[in-house]
């Protein structure tokens, strides 16, 4: 199985603040690598997918970027409702991992 | 606007057999070129990907569940289902189901509200 590495697994950030989070693969997945936010008892949702494609949407502060085994989640200006959990997921080859996740909370 | 709806027991005994189904509504499950997953995330902790299933009936597992899961699909109720047998405590998790599309790799797109299903005698 491909191995998801996330960091950190939390930040405290302001509101407005630059936010970025990295996950690593364990092996080269090409540009195959998901993003999604999760808040308290909800569903994971779909921010980016290829790692730098928009799901409609979601708004354009949220940008993805990478290729290989690196890759980087950014938050251009935090805002109140963005504080919730961030998952990478690889989707080059089954299983599809996930990484452990980046809880952003409100500093 | 398609949406999933997960259903089955909330509590399942060790050794016995979850089984939850994922009702597809607002489109055909077998319309698009989609496969249909099975999530699951224990209580405080991340994701793990149990396995899919396309229309056709092919499906892949996650190798770590592989020989406990079976996941099927009824096209002509617009539904699919998991099952997952020989359960323990460790099973104890809230189990999404979700649609897979396909643009740049596949992706999770839409997804259920969950259902906690808890391993107990």
């Known amino acids: 199985d491909i191995q998801m590495t996330q960091s950190p697994s939390s930040l405290s950030a302001s509101v407005g603040d630059r936010v970025t989070i990295t996950c690593r693969a364990s092996q080269t997945i090409s540009s195959y690598l998901n993003w999604y936010q999760q808040k308290p008892g909800k569903a994971p949702k779909l921010l980016i997918y290829g790692a730098s494609s928009l799901q409609s949407g979601v708004p354009s502060r949220f940008s993805g970027s990478g290729s290989g085994t690196d890759f980087i989640l950014t938050i251009s200006s935090l805002q109140p409702e963005d504080f919730a959990t961030y998952y990478c997921q690889q989707s080059y080859s089954v299983p599809f991992t996930f990484g452990g996740g980046t809880k952003v909370e409100i500093k | ?121």
């Open chain 2, 1 to 121: 606007q398609v949406q999933l709806r997960e259903s089955g027991p909330g509590l399942v005994k060790p050794s016995q057999t979850l089984s939850l189904t994922c009702t597809v509504s607002g489109g055909s499950i077998s319309s698009g070129s989609y496969s249909w997953s099975w999530i699951r995330q224990p209580a405080g902790k991340g994701l793990e990907w149990i396995g899919r299933i396309y229309t056709s009936g092919s499906t892949s597992y996650n190798p770590s569940l592989k020989s406990r899961v079976t996941i099927s699909v009824d096209t002509s109720k617009n539904l699919f289902s998991l099952k997952l047998s020989s359960v323990t405590a460790a099973d104890t998790a809230v189990y999404y189901c979700a649609r897979e599309g396909y643009s740049s790799g596949w992706q999770l797109d839409c997804w259920g509200q969950g259902t906690l299903v808890t391993v107990s005698s």
